[in-house]
């Protein structure tokens, strides 16, 4: 069993940072996929963000060059660093688990808001 905790949501201005972190229980981190997505009110959830367990990354269009996706299998935790954060960044962001064995695994999902 895996459980997933984000961290790191919050209130930003336009152009600002933030830093999400998720950490992971149980033994499969390191050789799981893992991927941040992301829900807008009204709209489907979106992959932002993954990256395997050999460190390839992948991104949405709409993010490449502000987002970057990062792991540390010694601390079974994944990283999102948000920069120049848009008013349509706004969303709650999801992690996510992935692992051919086990299928998915979510977090609780932690709310970032980009308003002035």
């Known amino acids: 069993q895996v459980q997933l905790v984000e961290s790191g949501g919050g209130l930003v201005q336009p152009g600002g940072s933030l830093r999400l972190s998720c950490a992971a229980s149980?033994?499969?981190?390191?050789?799981?996929?893992m991927g941040w997505y992301r829900q807008a009110p009204g709209k489907e959830r979106e992959l932002v963000a993954s990256?395997?367990?050999?460190?390839?990354?992948n991104y949405a269009d709409s993010v490449k060059g502000r987002f970057t996706i990062s792991r540390d299998n010694a601390k079974n935790t994944v990283y999102l660093q948000l920069n120049s954060l848009k008013p349509e960044d706004t969303a709650v962001y999801y992690c996510?688990?992935?692992?051919?064995?086990?299928?998915?695994?979510w977090g609780q999902g932690t709310q970032v808001t980009v308003s002035a």
């Open positions: 149980g033994s499969i981190f390191s050789i799981a996929a």
């Open positions: 996510n688990l992935y692992y051919i064995r086990h299928g998915n695994y």
């Open positions: 990256i395997t367990s050999g460190g390839s990354t």
